[in-house]
């Protein structure tokens, strides 16, 4: 899929490749070899469906920056690969060439899997014309509200939500917070691997079609 001069591509679960500039990866898991590796890697959680050292491996360089919660630190030590890491929290802001990265909550109100205080991640990515929100594993929680004083005139919000329910939000509640933030376009994700289905992701689409809002199902690279 392409949005303006950037490139999304799926990877399967939560993970994701960005293309405009610079080659960035997020979250990859259970990914296949990839030929284009790893300008940039954000990581938003320790969890091992997140923080996969076999699939990072299949997607960095020498030189390739990580930036990743405090927790996920001692698992990357086992990467051979020469790299730079960068360590960070809820509510950052930072500057990789010449993209634009704010780091916002990602947690839980009403189950234990993910709690706030772990202080683990989504990300907002400025590339350009376009923003991509890649909300991490989350429910529906306050500080999506603040979304809408990151977007500046014409630029085009992509918003990767999970739907698979349990551990995340489920379609409803992710179709929730589409409508808060009336993205440009809606992508599901978070299903498909260790839990959520197809039927996640169609149901999502739909919601969000009622509520006249535009929402893909990508298919998976």
């Given amino acids: 899929m392409k949005v303006g001069d950037t490139e999304i591509k799926w990877l399967g679960h939560a993970g994701f490749m960005i293309k405009n500039s610079h080659v960035i990866y997020i979250d990859p898991y259970n990914i296949k070899d990839r030929t284009e590796k790893a300008d940039l890697i954000l990581l938003t959680h320790s969890h091992y469906d997140h923080c996969s050292i076999a699939d990072i491996e299949k997607v960095v360089k020498e030189g390739t920056k990580i930036i990743l919660p405090a927790d996920c630190q001692s698992k990357l030590a086992r990467i051979k690969t020469p790299i730079k890491m960068e360590i960070i929290q809820p509510s950052q802001e930072f500057v990789f060439k010449n993209v634009r990265i704010t780091t916002l909550p990602a947690y839980n109100i009403d189950k234990p ?3 706030k205080e772990e202080a683990w991640v989504g990300y907002l990515i400025k590339m350009n014309d376009v923003l991509i929100y890649h909300a991490g594993d989350t429910d529906l929680i306050p500080e999506m509200q603040t979304l809408t004083g990151f977007r500046h005139e014409g630029q085009k919000l992509v918003a990767l939500l999970p739907v698979g329910g349990r551990f995340t939000m489920n379609a409803e509640e992710a179709a929730e917070s589409a409508k808060l933030i009336k993205p440009f376009i ?9 839990v959520g289905t197809e039927e996640d992701a169609k149901e999502f689409k739909t919601l969000c079609s009622e509520e006249n809002l535009n929402a893909e199902i990508m298919e998976k690279e």
């Fill in 113 to 115: 899997f993910h709690p």
């Fill in 186 to 194: 809606a992508i599901p994700m978070h299903y498909g691997t260790i």
